[in-house]
């Protein structure tokens, strides 16, 4: 049995690789930018910057 935390939910690009990964926890979405060596990851916030939650998330 395996148990992922963490899923990919959407990808965009090859060369420079924009991905959303959803928490499986507690349904918290982030963003992953991979661009040659280098990558960023932030939370993604709403406007009043809570933490942005999937809709789909159960």
Do not use: C, W
């Not at 924009?18 to 406007?47: C, F, P, S, W």
Request: proline share 2%.
């Amino acid at each position: 049995m395996t148990n992922n935390r963490f899923e990919e939910v959407y990808s965009q690009g090859k060369m420079k690789n924009t991905k959303i990964i959803r928490d499986n926890e507690n349904g918290v979405l982030y963003m992953l930018h991979q661009e040659g060596y280098g990558a960023g990851l932030t939370v993604m916030v709403d406007q009043e910057g809570n933490p942005l939650v999937d809709k789909d998330f159960n």
